[in-house]
């Protein structure tokens, strides 16, 4: 079988050759963001993520909401690192020039980089084939940057919102002949079309996490991957195998997948489908209170769905405390035929 993203990273780029010591490198590759020290009370968090038409985005995507992910997306990995956005810059890559396209795209950018706060600082503009890099810098107070290898045994797992949306926004829109057109007014087809393009970054949720979640992550791949991310990181971090048990009547999925997704699928979709941008946090059992008030003060759903242990592997534990192993995993570029371009297939996780 074909190396997966990840082993592919391990083999040819984490390596002695291209990261080692450096003076102001605090945290290289390996996380939602890399973090370097640039003074003595800020460290700067910097984060990219390419868009590919045909396996992020389906071909004819609307600029204006092929604006909105872009952005987003990456804002969701400052998030993962409890980190303020500070300013992004922007390669994009196409095959011609159409200024009508640029307009709408450019207008969109600009409302969520004012929504966030995240200036445009520089770019590429190249021709070729269609593609969006964003590059994200953000900031963090000095060592509070929430890493995804600070989990321990006994620390409560949370997700915020809700997972599923993401990949039943896929469905619904690939099921559609016309992938992005809702006749008017259709409020279902709107949330879908949101849910695809228009994910929330959880910034403020993360910032009021700093100094009481142990590790975090965004779900861009799928709980259960990203899950497995923590663990790893942290059981090398601790230098003992950690676990998880995850309870599956506690994920929490929103009423419209509930109404869309049959049932039988609804949790390989909420582990697996990606593109729910939400955060998965481990919280240590003596901060669990506070997180939970500091959440609830945002007003957005925060859910624990299980604890991390020092029993190797995830496990998903039924209603009668049942458990089985976690065989499924996320998205991986490379692991499958690659998406056919100019298809709406598979536009999910990220190289
Ligand atoms: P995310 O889903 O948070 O965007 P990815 O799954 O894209 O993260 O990447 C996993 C980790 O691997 C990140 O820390 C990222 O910086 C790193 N990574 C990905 N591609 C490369 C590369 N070509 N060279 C170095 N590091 C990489
Ligand atoms: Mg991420």
């Not at 107070?141 to 995804?148: D, E, N, S, W």
């Not at 099921?175 to 879908?192: F, I, N, R, T, V």
């Not at 669990?288 to 609830?296: D, G, K, S």
Request: hydrophobic share 40%.
């Amino acid at each position: 079988m074909a190396a997966t993203e990840f082993e592919l990273i391990d083999r040819y780029f984490n390596q002695a050759g291209l990261v080692f010591d450096r003076a102001g490198v605090v945290l290289g590759p390996g996380d939602d963001a890399a973090i370097l020290s640039v003074s003595p009370e800020r460290q700067l968090l910097v984060s990219v993520d390419t868009l590919n038409e045909g396996v992020h985005f389906p071909a004819g995507a609307p600029p204006h909401l092929l604006a909105e992910r872009c952005l987003r997306v990456n804002l969701s990995d400052l998030a993962a690192m409890g980190g303020d956005p500070v300013g992004f810059t922007l390669a994009l890559s196409m095959p011609d020039v159409s200024e009508s396209w640029l307009q709408a795209f450019s207008s969109a950018l600009a409302q969520v980089a004012r929504e966030f706060n995240c200036v445009l600082l520089g770019g590429d503009t190249t021709r070729g084939a269609f593609s969006v890099t964003v590059q994200v810098h953000g900031e963090v107070p000095r060592g509070q940057a929430l890493l995804r290898s600070g989990a321990r045994a006994g620390d409560g797992i949370y997700v915020t919102g809700t997972l599923g949306n993401g990949a039943a926004a896929l469905s619904y829109l690939q099921a559609k002949s016309d992938l992005h057109d809702c006749d008017q007014p259709d409020p279902e087809c709107e949330y879908w079309l949101n849910a695809f393009y228009r994910p929330v970054p959880r910034l403020k949720e993360s910032q009021v996490l700093r100094g009481l979640a142990s590790a975090a992550i965004d779900i861009s791949d799928g709980l259960a991957s990203d899950l497995v991310h923590i663990i790893e990181a942290s059981s090398r971090a601790c230098g003992r195998a950690l676990g998880a048990a995850l309870e599956v009547s506690r994920i929490p999925h929103s009423d419209e997948f509930q109404r869309l997704a049959p049932e039988e699928q609804q949790l390989e979709l909420a582990l697996s489908g990606g593109d729910d941008y939400e955060l998965c946090v481990c919280i240590p059992p003596q901060h669990e209170r506070a997180a939970e008030a500091a959440l609830a003060a945002t007003g957005t759903q925060f859910t624990r769905i299980g604890v991390v242990d020092g029993h190797a592997g995830v496990r998903l534990v039924d209603d009668n405390g049942q458990a089985e192993p976690l065989t499924i995993h996320g998205y991986r570029h490379f692991d499958a035929a690659p998406p056919s371009p100019g298809t709406a297939r598979a536009p999910r996780g990220k190289p």
